[in-house]
T-cell receptor, first 114, second 116 residues
Framework: KAGVTQTPRYLIKTRGQQVTLSCSPI?????VSWYQQTPGQGLQFLFE???????NKGNFPGRFSGRQFSNSRSEMNVSTLELGDSALYLC?????????????FGPGTRLLVL | QQQVKQSPQSLIVQKGGISIINCAYE??????FPWYQQFPGKGPALLIA?????SEKKEGRFTISFNKSAKQFSLHIMDSQPGDSATYFC???????????????FGQGTILTVHP
């Protein structure tokens, strides 16, 4: 089975721009979660989607948004980029997104905001 | 209430030694405690996980010890190898359905270096 894939792997943007990141979950997985990883804040939960619905959301500003398609693929969007948005963005998938399920992570998209 | 605190931040051990990483949590609703291993340029990968109804779980050289009353859990790596050099994260999940879907709360991570 193919693992979680994320595109692109690297991105360079300037402040004020917007960016869209993509995540393809493991086949059969319907839950996709997004995380931001930075040296200072570690791994922080952004949001989770299941069957095209956002079920859970972390403490991030409204500039961070996402969506999920009928094939479970997910995208996240960051508008009006700030320098502090530079991070590794990870997505993870699982069957149902319930707490005791294993989440499988993709390799991440490294975003640099200049 | 949602925090998971992890220590130490970094750890250096000799090949063959024991690596021990500790975590403490606050939210008593957490009911699943996984450990993830991350190599540079890769996403985290599940190493081992435990539920609070057991006090210890062992898989090969990796053991989780869990102390529910103290709200603490730890990862022990026996016979540490240079290939174990990576960043290790403890995590926790659980609680009310609305706040727990798809959410792992991570510790800050421990950079483990195993010298040959």
């Amino acid at each position: 089975k193919a693992g979680v894939t994320q595109t692109p792997r690297y991105l360079i943007k300037t402040r004020g721009q917007q960016v869209t990141l993509s995540c393809s979950p493991i086949s059969g997985h319907r839950s996709v979660s997004w995380y931001q990883q930075t040296p200072g804040q570690g791994l922080q939960f952004l949001f989770e989607y299941f069957s095209e619905t956002q079920r859970n959301k972390g403490n991030f500003p409204g500039r961070f948004s996402g969506r999920q398609f009928s094939n479970s693929r997910s995208e996240m969007n960051v508008s009006t980029l700030e320098l502090g948005d530079s991070a590794l963005y990870l997505c993870a998938s699982s069957f149902k997104g319930v707490p005791q399920e294993t989440q499988y992570f993709g390799p991440g998209t490294r975003l640099l905001v200049l | 209430q949602q925090q998971v605190k992890q220590s130490p931040q970094s750890l250096i051990v000799q090949k063959g030694g024991i690596s021990i990483i500790n975590c403490a949590y606050e939210n008593t609703a957490f009911d699943y405690f996984p450990w993830y291993q991350q190599f540079p340029g890769k996403g985290p990968a599940l190493l081992i996980a435990i539920r609070p109804d057991v006090s210890e779980k062992k898989e090969g050289r990796f053991t989780i010890s869990f102390n529910k009353s103290a709200k603490q859990f730890s990862l022990h790596i026996m016979d540490s190898q240079p290939g174990d050099s990576a960043t290790y994260f403890c995590a926790a999940s659980g609680g009310g359905r609305g706040t727990s879907y798809g959410k792992l709360t991570f510790g800050q991570g421990t950079i483990l270096t195993v010298h040959p």
